[in-house]
């Protein structure tokens, strides 16, 4: 019994470790799409606390989607990055109709860069998930 939890423990430990180095780049990517894209003077700690933050909401809403992607042994490259894609353009476009922001309409029209970012943050999982597991 001691074995098995000591497994599960591992297993659970290199999924926690692979999402968050998905949620950290694709948190890193956005708050350096919003600095580049925008020409007022924001705060980096905070685009990127609200990135993470966002990006943590995607994941969770990712992990079962996965689970049965992988259960149906589509979980390849291209699926993970199909998913980031689908999942953080479906949640922007989401939060855009919900939110009260001033300059929140904006990603309507160019929530194409952010998808990509999610794209990119789900490859990292994907790869990062990829190499714990053979470790």
């Known amino acids: 019994m001691q074995l ?9 430990w290199r999924v926690l470790l692979a999402l968050a ?22 705060v980096f700690e905070g685009l990127m606390l609200v990135s993470a933050y966002y ?5 969770a809403f990712c992990v079962p ?4 992607l992988a ?4 979980d390849r490259a291209w699926a993970a ?11 922007l476009l989401l939060t ?7 300059r929140l309409h904006l990603m309507r029209y160019t929530f194409v ?7 990119v943050a789900a490859l990292v999982t994907w790869w990062v998930g990829r190499r714990l597991q053979r470790a």
């Open 96 to 102: 855009d109709a919900a939110g009260g922001h001033v």
């Open 21 to 42: 180095a998905g949620v950290a780049s694709g948190s890193l990517l956005v708050t350096g799409y919003i600095l580049v894209s925008q020409d007022d003077a924001l």
């Open 81 to 91: 990055a199909a998913l980031g894609f689908l999942a953080t353009g479906t949640f």
């Open 71 to 74: 259960k149906l042994e589509w």
């Open 55 to 59: 990006g943590l909401a995607i994941a």
């Open 113 to 119: 860069p952010y998808a990509l970012c999610g794209a």
């Open 4 to 12: 098995e939890a000591r497994r599960l423990a591992g297993i659970t």
């Open 65 to 68: 989607i996965w689970l049965m």
